[in-house]
């Protein structure tokens, strides 16, 4: 099982969080920054035809989810962290600093078991930032 994170809301999804609710300009930027690295050294779970626009400045975010195996999260979210200060939900923020401490790499899935695997919307639905 897979946790979804970092989809915001929108027209087709009116249920997931809003973006500005998890920004937070008090967020220790070298812990963000640690953040920003995780999420960019994510593994390619899957490649969408479309590309997402950011909901804050229309920046091009990708069109990649990436996963590490207990998340999967869109190509962008690194730029709402790094960019716009979106700090997300402490669950989130432990593991990728903890997981920076170890090999992270050498513990990525098997594309084959990430495709397979379910993935829960609920819990990054019912988040509502810091």
């Known amino acids: 099982m897979l946790l ?19 920004i937070d300009p008090l967020w220790h930027d070298q812990e963000r920054q640690v953040v920003v690295a995780y999420l960019g050294a994510g593994m390619t779970a899957r490649v969408a035809r479309g590309w997402s626009d950011c909901r804050f400045c229309g920046d091009d975010n990708g069109n990649r989810e990436f996963t590490d195996g207990t998340y999967l999260w869109p190509e962008g979210l690194a730029h709402y962290v790094k960019v716009h200060g979106v700090r997300l939900p402490k669950e989130f923020v432990s593991h990728a600093v903890s997981r920076t401490d170890t090999s992270a790499v050498a513990e990525m899935p098997r594309i084959d078991t990430i495709e397979a695997a379910d993935i829960d919307r609920a819990w990054w639905a019912e988040q509502r930032g810091p």
């Open 4 to 22: 979804l994170i970092g989809y915001w809301r929108s027209a087709e999804q009116p249920s997931w969080p809003n973006p500005k609710d998890f």
